[in-house]
Each structure stands twice: as C-alpha cells, then as structure tokens.
C-alpha cells in the first residue's frame, strides 16, 4: 500500500488556471468545422460558433485560448481576416494540408468565440513573415479605445469596443517553422518587435511571451534569457513575461515524425514508452526552470507549456496534413500525469496548452458533422478544472511502486493536491498501471479526521478504450467510491489505468 502525506499547513504556489489553457490553430478541422460552422450553417450555432462545443467547454472551465497557431501564425496576416466575409482574401494553407484558407473566421470571430466561452486570450503575432508594424497595427486595432487608423478601421468593422488581449506570442517555434532562426538572431528580432507591443488605454499589459526551446534545447533557452530578460528594466520583468516550451510525446520512434504510431492500435510495452515520455516533462520543466533561475531567481516570468500531448499518426483514410487522431485511455493518463507534474512546478509553470482543441491531435473533443463526442481527454480536464485557481498544498507519495521495466520504467501512481479558497482540498491521481490497482492511505498533517469527501470520480478503461460517434460513452466520468475513512483521513483504492479525483472539505 502506497501513503500519500498531505501537509496542508503548507501552502505552496497559486495554481494559475491558464495551467489548464488550450490551443487552437487553423489547421485540419480545428476551426472550421470543429469551432465555426457559420451563421448559416444547420449546426446549432451562435453567430457561428457550435452551441455544442461551447457549452461543453464552458462545462470544462476553458481557462485560456492560444490563435490562430503554432506553424500558421507565423504566415497569418490578421488584415485578410477582417472586413466583410466575402471580401477577405482566400490564402492556401502551406503548412496543413495545402487546402484554401478563406479567412472567414479572423480577429472579430476569435474574440466573439473567447466572449461565448468566458476564457482569457491569447494571440499569437507573426514575427517569422511579417513586420513590427503588422504586428503593432494588431494590438492597436484589438485594443485601442481612442481616434486611430485602427481603432477606426475595426469600428468601421462592427466593433466599437476594444477587446482585452491577455497574451501575445511573439512568434512561434523561431527555430524552425517560424524562420528557422538561431536563437541570437531570434533573441534581438523579439527585443524589437516586443517594444511595440503597446498597452493602451492604461489597460491591464499585454503578457509577452517570448518564444522558448523546442524540447530539450537548453541552450537556445539560455541564449535567448541573455538577451531579453533584462534586470534593468523598471518594470517588473523587462522584456517578457513569459517564455514559451514545446514539447510532443512521440509514442513509438523518438524523432522520426514519419512514423509516430497508432493512436488506437499499440501493445503494452508501447503504452508504457508512451507514459515514460510523457512523464520526460518532469525532466524538461526542472532543467529548463533552473536556466531561468539563474536568471530569474524570484521567478517572475512564467514557463509557458504552450503545446504539449500525444501525437499520433493520423486516423486511417484522413487527410495526412489535418493531424486528426483518436484519443484512449492512453491519452487520459499522460493528461492526467502531465497536469499533475505542471501543478507541482507552479511556481514556474503559469500557463499550459494542449495541442489541439478539437479534431486536432490530443483534442478534448471529435466532431462528424452535426455529432460531437467527448474524448477520455476532455473527461480529465473537466476533474481537474477544480485546481484552476487554488493553492498547491505541498504533498508526498511513500512507497510508490513502479510500473513499466528497463527504459520505461515509470512511478505507478502521480499525484497532486490543492486547496480552493473555501478550504475544498482537490487530489488528482492516476494509476499507471495496466496490471493492479492502487492501495493508497492518505493522511493528512492537521485535522485529518474531520475531513469528508464531498465529491469524487474516476475515468478508467482498457488501455486503448476510446469513444466513437457510435460509441461515444465507453469511457465517461463515473463516481468513484472505492474509498474509506481512517483515523488520519482515507484510504482509496484505485483502478488500474484510470485517473481519479476526490475532493474532501470539513
Ligand atoms: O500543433 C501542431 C504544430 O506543432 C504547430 O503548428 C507547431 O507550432 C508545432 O510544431
């Protein structure tokens, strides 16, 4: 049996709920189809955007919204994608399967979606192919309340209210699809277009986020800090409040993206490589964390995860390009693993975007047509979403066994625990393992016996159950209740393969 030791006399950071962010590029069916279908589509729609999607992300606390890419960002030029419909230029998608890209969900249609879903925003500018001024001209035209040619030109375009731009992306991915730049090239290029990135209206500032390594290069993490994160600056963290981090879990060859694997079909020792590269995040956040202690010690700028999950080969008989995958499982505890390890690193990690919204790699949800399902994905988000916002409480698992063997040997059981502002304690759990369940005593430091659960459940299944539109219930949130009072708290045993939450209160 496993003893997870809650202090919660020890409060640690706030968990910010971008932690639980989502990102949405034109690519595939991501935005059309998935998020709009238009005004005069026969899907359920509010000014274009499905009444079913919204509702359930809603549902799932949708903390935060990365447009309109990823790759794409870099080639988006938001003045083709603004004005009336018809007029607006149509552009091929080089990136994403070479189809026509008719602009008709822009700026106006991204902030009336952000509006319908009630999360924060964040947009990512184009450094790689544009210029300053596109970029500045982007933020005038977004948020400036005053007499502009911008301003004037989106209020010609129906909206005489500025909108509240959260975070701006200065770039995306420089060191490859967004220029291929070296990262001292990358470094100077951000100092400049960062400057005009203007906060007008004394609004609240626009986050900057400046782009961070792919993977494991420290060294473009270090280079970059060099440069742009200046200690002089009067403002609280110079240059950038944030430092973007890309990470993808390959399941079956590391680097050969020809071949990545099925998302449905795989063995057990794959399920486990996947987990243990899932898990290589832990590893990421530490040694990337401790390059920007060095500079950064009071750690004021933000880790920002921004794409991260499960890429897969594509569904048989799809478009290569549209990155459309089937979600098990599988992709339910590397969520669930994943998002207990950003928890626990916090006080770095402020935001996290999981790569694709819908119908788009890790996604939360599938749509066909009018039918929409939910994937085991969304399931672990929507558990989790009672982090959003709380304080993480410091927390320990003995004798935890391990799962998996030789390279892919991973902990059976990853955890976190928070606490809300009503004192509701949240614990996240996953079980690892396809062979046992989990025994776990769970005490608490400081009046654990008058603690009660007051709310749990649990997403299980075989390793590589998943739900379809004809099967769109196989796995599901269900209510746990394979739990115990003990003198100090509780005891739960927890389902192999599955992902638990219990939330208890006095
Ligand atoms: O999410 C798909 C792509 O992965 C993004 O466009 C890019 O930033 C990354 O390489």
Not at 10 to 28: A, Q, R, V
Not at 224 to 253: A, I, N, R, W
Not at 385 to 403: G, I, R
């Amino acid at each position: 049996m496993s003893k997870l030791i809650i202090c919660n006399e020890y409060k640690k950071s706030k968990i910010e709920p971008e932690i639980y962010g989502h990102f949405s590029e034109h690519l595939g069916r991501c935005i059309y189809e998935g998020l709009y279908v238009g005004e005069d589509s026969d899907i359920p729609n509010t000014n274009g955007m499905r009444n079913d999607v919204v509702s359930a992300l809603r549902e799932m606390k949708i903390p935060v919204l990365r447009w309109p890419g990823g790759c794409f960002a870099d080639e988006y030029h938001w003045m083709d994608g603004v004005g009336p419909r018809e007029k607006r230029k149509k552009m091929i998608n080089t990136h994403w399967g070479g189809v026509v890209e008719d602009n008709s969900f822009g700026t106006h249609e991204y902030f009336e979606l952000c509006r319908q879903l009630g999360c924060k925003t964040y947009v990512n500018a184009n450094l790689g192919s544009g210029t300053v001024r596109e970029m500045s001209e982007w933020v005038e035209y977004m948020t400036f309340n005053g007499v502009s040619p911008m301003a004037d030109l989106r209020k010609e375009n129906g909206h005489e209210e500025p909108w509240k731009l959260d975070y701006i992306g200065v770039g995306n991915e420089n060191w490859g699809c967004g220029g291929n730049m070296r990262p001292s090239h990358y470094a100077d290029e951000y100092r400049r277009y960062q400057t005009y990135v203007r906060n007008y209206n004394g609004n609240t500032p626009v986050k900057k986020i400046c782009c961070g390594p792919n993977v494991d290069d420290y060294e473009w993490t270090r280079e970059v800090l060099k440069t742009c994160f200046d200690h002089s600056m009067p403002s609280q963290h110079g240059f950038m409040d944030g430092l973007s981090l890309h990470y993808y879990t390959l399941p079956e060859t590391e680097d050969d993206w020809n071949y990545k694997g099925s998302a449905t079909d795989f063995t057990e020792d794959i399920f486990y490589q996947t987990l243990k590269r899932g898990f290589f995040m832990e590893e990421l956040i530490t040694k990337h964390g401790n390059i920007m202690d060095e500079f950064d010690p009071e750690k004021k700028i933000g880790l920002m995860v921004d794409e991260w999950g499960i890429w897969t080969d594509v569904e048989k008989g799809t478009n290569p390009g549209f990155l459309y995958q089937q979600n098990t499982m599988r992709d339910a505890l590397v969520a669930g693993m994943t998002l207990n390890i950003f928890n626990k690193h916090s006080d770095r990690v402020k935001m996290a975007n999981i790569a694709q919204l819908i119908n788009v790699l890790q996604s939360v949800m599938l749509t066909d047509g009018e039918r929409m399902i939910k994937t085991p994905t969304y399931y672990v988000f929507r558990m989790y979403a009672a982090h959003q916002d709380s304080t993480l409480l410091s927390s320990e698992l003995l004798n935890n066994p391990t799962v998996g063997s030789g390279k892919n040997e991973l902990p059976k059981v990853f955890e976190s625990v928070s606490e809300d502002r009503d004192g509701v304690i949240t614990i996240t759990l996953t079980n690892n393992s396809l062979e046992s369940a989990e025994d776990i005593e769970i005490a608490l430091t400081k009046d654990g016996g008058s603690y009660n659960i007051c709310e749990s459940s649990v997403v299980t299944g075989r390793m590589n159950a998943h739900n379809t539109f004809d099967m769109p219930d196989v796995v599901k949130e269900e209510e746990f209740k394979d739990y115990s009072r003990t003198g100090e708290g509780f005891k739960l045993t927890i389902p192999k393969c599955s992902v638990v939450s219990v939330r208890i209160r006095k």
